[in-house]
């Protein structure tokens, strides 16, 4: 079995910074792609950026130019650093990988997910 355990949300008001923090552990041969979504009340969960296990990244237009995505290989970790925050980026942030097991099979995780709240 594989956890993914996302940390770093909080409270912050509208221009602060927060950095979230994904660890993934268990049974992990290797993570291939790795991922942060969101969602609101009332949304569909949506996609915040994506990491290749090569380091390709991809973000929603929305949140490109003031956060970035990276992550350690070496720590199973994936990071969302989060600058110029704003009241719609209020959400619950879920981190998402596909890991390859040890019968080789890759398989798809979710997080539990960790509140993200921006003030006005």
Known sequence: QVQLVESGGGLVQAGGSLRLSCAASGRIVSINSMGW???SPGKQRELVATITSGGATNLADSVKGRFTISRD?????MYLQMN???????AVYYCNADVRSLNGHIYN?????TQVTVSS
């Open 73 to 77: 290989n070496a720590k199973n970790t």
């Open 109 to 113: 995780y979710w997080g539990q997910g």
């Open 84 to 90: 110029s925050l704003k009241p719609e980026d209020t």
């Open 37 to 39: 979504y969101r969602q």
